[in-house]
């Protein structure tokens, strides 16, 4: 039996640019942070989502090659 995926929403926050439940009054990332401590925050989420997208980058050109490969295998038969 399968049980439904719950969804839940969020919002971005203009401060530190994290997401958190749009039920909450306050982002829970920032609120009674300093504006030094959100500028690391931001920082650390900003190169956490490079190290992503490098990721992605990665899986994308091994695909590719596995479909260089096939096609070149599918030719010599």
Do not use: W
């Not at 925050?41 to 190290?51: P, V």
């Amino acid at each position: 039996m399968r049980v439904p995926v719950k969804i839940a929403f969020s919002r971005k926050c203009k401060r530190c640019g994290l997401r958190y439940p749009e039920k909450a009054s306050v982002c829970p990332h920032c609120d009674g942070l300093t504006d030094d401590q959100v500028r690391r925050i931001r920082l650390r989420h900003q190169s956490s989502l490079a190290g992503h997208s490098s990721t992605g980058r990665l899986f994308m050109y091994i695909a590719g090659l596995i479909i260089v490969v096939m096609v070149i295998l599918m030719l010599k038969n």
